[in-house]
């Protein structure tokens, strides 16, 4: 049974940091990219960053200079490394993990608030 567990979320000021994980388990095949999407109150889920198996990341334009995705293959990993973090990053953040199939970790809340 496959498992994506989600950590690192919280509360956090305006310009602090965050850092997220996501350990996934029982992907069997090869996982072509892992990722990184956040849902908003009100607004539909988008895409934050990707990593693919080759290492090739992609970031969306509000998060890019401020965000780090990165993993460890060995552990089946992702991680989001957030800096700089504005009010308009609060979300459930969720992980995300590609082979033939598409798995989605449970999600984690980031709030950025003073």
């Known amino acids: 049974q496959v498992q994506l567990v989600e950590s690192g979320g919280g509360l956090v000021q305006p310009g602090g940091s965050l850092g997220l994980s996501c350990a996934a388990s029982?992907?069997?095949?090869?996982?072509?990219?892992m990722g990184w999407y956040r849902q908003a109150p009100g607004k539909q889920r988008e895409l934050v960053a990707t990593?693919?198996?080759?290492?090739?990341?992609y970031y969306t334009d509000s998060v890019k200079g401020r965000f780090t995705i990165s993993k460890d293959n060995a552990k089946n990993t992702v991680f989001l490394q957030m800096n700089s973090l504005k009010p308009e990053d609060t979300a459930v953040y969720y992980c995300n993990v590609r082979t033939v199939n598409t798995y989605w970790g449970q999600g984690t809340q980031v709030t950025v608030s003073s």
């Open positions: 029982g992907i069997i095949g090869i996982i072509n990219a």
């Open positions: 990593i693919t198996s080759a290492d090739s990341t």
